[in-house]
């Protein structure tokens, strides 16, 4: 079974940073995909940037220039750093990993940007 566990949520003021890690209880390297997520009350869970196993990364246009997604080898995670945060991007954050015909995904971490 697979488990993925978010990190690095919290309170920031606007225009601040923040850094999410996503721990996979396999190697990030055996999934197809990962990326991030995100679902703001009352809104559709909609995609925040994704890493494909090539390398390739795909980011969502209210967030580009702004978040990077990446990967630690060493431990194992996905990361997304977040900087000039905006109070739009207020949400609960998900990690999601694609493994063939299969999602899986972590339980969130909320990110809550505000003065």
């Known amino acids: 079974q697979v488990q993925l566990v978010e990190s690095g949520g919290g309170l920031v003021q606007p225009g601040g940073s923040l850094r999410l890690s996503c721990a996979a209880s396999g190697s990030i390297f055996s999934f197809n995909i990962m990326g991030w997520y995100r679902q703001a009350p009352g809104k559709q869970r909609e995609l925040v940037a994704t890493?494909?196993?090539?390398?390739?990364?795909n980011y969502a246009d209210s967030v580009k220039g702004r978040f990077t997604i990446s990967r630690d080898t060493a431990k194992n995670t996905v990361s997304l750093q977040m900087n000039s945060l905006k109070p739009e991007d207020t949400a609960v954050y998900y990690c999601?990993?694609?493994?063939?015909?299969?999602?899986?995904w972590g339980q969130g971490t909320q990110v809550t940007v505000s003065s």
């Open positions: 890493l494909i196993s090539g390398g390739r990364t």
């Open positions: 999601k990993a694609v493994r063939y015909q299969y999602d899986y």
